[in-house]
């Protein structure tokens, strides 16, 4: 995972614009309590711009190489064998992962086993549609320098988490727009190029399945009375006929 030309990009001018509305993102996002527990995979060094750590005591940030805020609680590991119990985490942040780790799927597998039942899970990821994101990629790649090996597409993120039966949404599009710092919606599809990164929110749904079991024969709880003779009676109409 090569991450430092991230942390490099974020500190030129398009990159602040971006950061401050990830920042804005992120922090509407995290909607778990501050008892709770909350893992970020990838380590971006400006986390106080979306939470405080001070306040969330079980806020951890896990990275093999970057830091994070220094006031966070850093582990190192590898995002292909998180050191969690499963489902024990209540929340993971994933921002800007995907495209360096070449062990995608293993990675999303990883966090459905550490996430609870009805877990939180907030990815962000670049748009490999947008145009300016591609120009970046092409310049620091004739350089030899690291960038976007694998840019992923949002409906194929999506797509993945379904298959782990997380139910997701396209929940926000960046761009370079100064003016929507705080605006941290939905871009609509004829936008989509527009959008230089991309934010979704899903939960991990635990479905329980119901066993079959073979019907036995149904036998009534209630006692039938016994019949009894009712003499008829025959009126004088009757008789006279």
């Given at each position: 995972?090569?991450?430092?030309?991230?942390h490099?990009w974020?500190s030129?001018?398009?990159g602040?614009?971006?950061?401050?509305?990830?920042?804005?993102?992120?922090?509407?996002?995290?909607?778990?309590?501050?008892?709770?527990?909350?893992?970020?995979i990838?380590?971006?060094?400006?986390?106080?711009?979306?939470?405080?750590?001070?306040?969330?005591?079980?806020?951890?940030v896990?990275?093999?190489?970057?830091?994070s805020?220094y006031?966070?609680?850093?582990?190192?590991?590898?995002?292909?064998?998180?050191?969690?119990?499963?489902?024990?985490v209540?929340?993971v942040?994933?921002?800007?992962?995907?495209?360096?780790d070449?062990?995608?799927?293993?990675?999303?597998r990883?966090?459905?086993?550490?996430?609870?039942?009805e877990?939180?899970?907030t990815?962000?990821?670049f748009?490999?549609?947008?145009?300016?994101?591609?120009?970046?990629?092409?310049r620091?790649?004739?350089?030899?320098?690291?960038?976007?090996?694998g840019?992923?597409?949002?409906?194929?993120?999506?797509?993945?988490?379904?298959?782990?039966?997380?139910?997701?949404?396209?929940?926000?599009?960046?761009?370079?727009?100064?003016a929507?710092?705080?605006?941290?919606?939905?871009?609509?599809?004829?936008?989509?190029?527009?959008?230089?990164a991309?934010?979704?929110?899903a939960?991990?749904?635990?479905?329980?399945?119901?066993?079959?079991?073979?019907?036995?024969?149904?036998?009534?709880?209630?006692?039938m009375?016994?019949l009894?003779?009712?003499?008829v009676?025959?009126?004088?109409?009757?008789?006279?006929?």
């Amino acid at each position: 995972m090569h991450r430092k030309v991230l942390h490099e990009w974020f500190s030129t001018s398009k990159g602040q614009v971006l950061q401050q509305q990830e920042a804005a993102f992120l922090k509407r996002s995290i909607t778990v309590s501050c008892k709770q527990l909350i893992v970020q995979i990838g380590a971006l060094g400006w986390e106080n711009e979306f939470i405080d750590c001070s306040l969330y005591e079980q806020f951890y940030v896990m990275d093999d190489e970057q830091d994070s805020w220094y006031q966070s609680k850093l582990l190192r590991g590898a995002t292909v064998a998180l050191p969690f119990k499963s489902e024990s985490v209540d929340m993971v942040i994933l921002p800007h992962l995907l495209e360096f780790d070449r062990n995608k799927h293993q990675v999303l597998r990883e966090i459905e086993r550490i996430l609870k039942p009805e877990g939180k899970l907030t990815i962000i990821s670049f748009n490999p549609w947008n145009i300016y994101i591609n120009l970046q990629y092409m310049r620091r790649k004739a350089k030899k320098a690291p960038w976007f090996p694998g840019l992923v597409s949002r409906t194929r993120i999506e797509d993945w988490l379904r298959l782990l039966n997380f139910e997701a949404e396209f929940a926000a599009g960046f761009n370079f727009d100064a003016a929507r710092i705080n605006a941290g919606h939905a871009e609509g599809r004829s936008q989509q190029l527009r959008v230089a990164a991309y934010g979704i929110n899903a939960i991990k749904r635990s479905y329980h399945l119901i066993p079959l079991t073979p019907i036995r024969e149904y036998q009534s709880k209630f006692a039938m009375a016994k019949l009894i003779d009712v003499p008829v009676i025959r009126s004088q109409y009757d008789t006279e006929s």
